[in-house]
T-cell receptor, first 112, second 111 residues
Framework: GAGVSQSPSNKVTEKGKDVELRCDPI?????LYWYRQSLGQGLEFLIY????????KSGLPSDRFSAERTGGSVSTLTIQRTQQEDSAVYLC??????????FGPGTRLTVT | QKEVEQDPGPLSVPEGAIVSLNCTYS??????FMWYRQYSRKGPELLMY????GNKEDGRFTAQVDKSSKYISLFIRDSQPSDSATYLC???????????FGSGTKLNVKP
C-alpha cells in the first residue's frame, strides 16, 4: 500500500511569505506527527495529532507555526511570515499510536 | 541539556567491521527505544525497537538498552557499504505522545 506522502518535495520562498506544507498519512493511522530537521540536527518535534483529541502543540517554535488535520487524515503545516531560520526539512510521520512511525520523504523548505 | 545525546560522527569503517552506535538520555520515564536509518534526502525508516532494558537481535543488527545507565546502543556486524546512512536513536514514554530523537550519527562503510 501507499506510504506517507508529502508535498511539495521542495519549496523556495521569500522571507515574509506564508507557506503551506501537506502530509497524507497512511490510511487508518490515527496518529500524525510533524518534525523539523535542520542541517546536522536531529528531528525536532513540532506537533502531534491523535484521533479526535486536541493536538499536542508543545513543540511549535512560535505562533507563526500552526497545523491542522482535517477529517482525521490529511494534515497541513502552515508557516506565516517565514524567516530564514525556518529553512529546514519538514518531516511528517504517521502511526497506529505505537512505537513505530512511518515517515514521509519530507519537504525541503528554503527561505531566501 | 538535550533529552537525548548522540555523537554526530561521521564514523568511517571498512566493509566487514563491527559498528557501535550509542545514545545517552536523561529522562528515566522513557520506555520504548528505537533506531532509525535515514538515507540522504529520504525520511527515516525504523530499524529496530526495544521495550525497557535488554537486548534484541535482528540479523546483523543488535540493539541494547541499559536503563540504569540511561544508555542505548546499536551494533552492526559485518557492515556493508549499503549500511552507509545516518542512524538516529529515538525514545518515548509509554503513551507515544512525543518522540525524542538524537541528532544522528553519519556512518560510511568503505568497500
Amino acid at each position: 500500500g501507499a506510504g506517507v506522502s508529502q508535498s511539495p518535495s521542495n519549496k523556495v520562498t521569500e522571507k515574509g511569505k506564508d507557506v503551506e506544507l501537506r502530509c497524507d498519512p497512511i490510511s487508518g493511522h490515527t496518529a500524525l506527527y510533524w518534525y523539523r530537521q535542520s542541517l546536522g540536527q536531529g528531528l525536532e518535534f513540532l506537533i502531534y495529532f491523535q484521533g479526535n483529541s486536541a493536538p499536542d502543540k508543545s513543540g511549535l517554535p512560535s505562533d507563526r507555526f500552526s497545523a491542522e488535520r482535517t477529517g482525521g487524515s490529511v494534515s497541513t503545516l502552515t508557516i506565516q511570515r517565514t524567516q530564514q531560520e525556518d529553512s529546514a526539512v519538514y518531516l511528517c510521520a504517521s502511526s497506529l499510536a505505537r512505537y513505530e512511525q512511518y515517515f514521509g520523504p519530507g519537504t525541503r523548505l528554503t527561505v531566501t | 541539556q538535550k533529552e537525548v545525546e548522540q555523537d554526530p560522527g561521521p564514523l568511517s569503517v571498512p566493509e566487514g567491521a563491527i559498528v557501535s552506535l550509542n545514545c545517552t538520555y536523561s529522562n528515566s520515564a522513557f520506555q520504548y527505544f528505537m533506531w532509525y536509518r535515514q538515507y540522504s534526502r529520504k525520511g527515516p525508516e525504523l530499524l529496530m525497537y526495544t521495550y525497557s532494558s535488554g537486548n534484541k537481535e535482528d540479523g546483523r543488527f543488535t540493539a541494547q538498552v541499559d536503563k540504569s545507565s540511561k544508555y542505548i546502543s546499536l551494533f552492526i556486524r559485518d557492515s556493508q557499504p549499503s549500511d552507509s546512512a545516518t542512524y538516529l536513536c529515538a525514545m518515548t514514554e509509554y503513551n507515544f505522545n512525543k518522540f525524542y530523537f538524537g541528532s544522528g550519527t553519519k556512518l560510511n562503510v568503505k568497500p
